[in-house]
């Protein structure tokens, strides 16, 4: 049965995620959280780990419970569950991606997404940030530590900023997000 639910549960992530690795963690909070395959806040810490290390989020995240849950087995399908619809709709588009490309609603559709899956973005950001600092809305217990992180990485950006009028890369961050939550937290 855990080979069906892991199956239907990947496939509805791998249907329906738009919009690349943020733009799909609501989706995979969703559907992990329905299926009680792990709780909340390793699910946060999966999304952490998963962003600092190679590979989508998708792919890391149904990897990581389908092992935990059945196994190389279970690992193999929740994997291939979570790649197939990206896979043909690839294949799909690129028959058609010529002919539709030109027509200016498809354009306009296309830009209009764009702004959509911003949101998206922004709006996991912040739920991130909330949930790693503050802990669950039904239990909410401030995590000072975090805080303090959070405000000092955000620091670093803006003085990267402010000062050599660049952007700061997301790599560098990972890794000095990384390295302060070593040293805050201690390396489990």
Same mark, same amino acid.
């Given at each position: 049965?855990?080979? #069906? ?8 992530? %791998?249907?329906?995620?738009? &919009? ?65 619809? *990206?896979? #043909? ?15 200016? *609603? $498809?354009?306009?559709?296309?830009? &209009? ?11 996991? &950001?912040?739920?991130?940030?909330? $949930? ?18 959070? *405000? ?15 952007? $700061? ?9 990384? %390295?302060? %939550?070593?040293?805050?937290? &201690?390396?489990?």
């Amino acid at each position: 049965m855990i080979f #069906l639910e892991l199956l239907a549960g990947f496939l509805k992530i %791998g249907c329906f995620s738009f &919009g690349g690795a943020y733009g799909a963690i609501p989706l995979i909070r969703e559907v992990v959280l329905s299926y009680g395959w792990i709780d909340e806040e390793r699910l946060s810490y999966l999304i952490a780990v998963s962003e600092s290390t190679p590979g989508p989020i998708m792919v890391n995240t149904a990897t990581y419970i389908g092992a935990e849950k059945a196994g190389v087995p279970g690992a193999l399908i929740a994997t291939f569950a979570v790649v197939l619809p *990206a896979f #043909l709709v690839v294949i799909l588009l690129m028959l058609l991606l010529k002919k539709f490309l030109k027509n200016e *609603a $498809v354009r306009a559709t296309l830009d &209009g997404l764009k702004s959509c899956v911003i949101g998206i973005v922004f709006a996991t &950001g912040v739920y991130m940030i909330l $949930v790693n600092c503050i802990g669950s809305v039904r239990a909410p217990s401030a995590d000072v530590t975090a805080v303090i992180l959070t *405000a000092a990485l955000a620091a670093v950006w803006f003085a990267v900023k402010l000062i050599f009028k660049n952007r $700061v890369s997301p790599v560098v961050l990972i890794c000095i997000a990384g %390295g302060a %939550g070593i040293l805050a937290y &201690g390396w489990n």
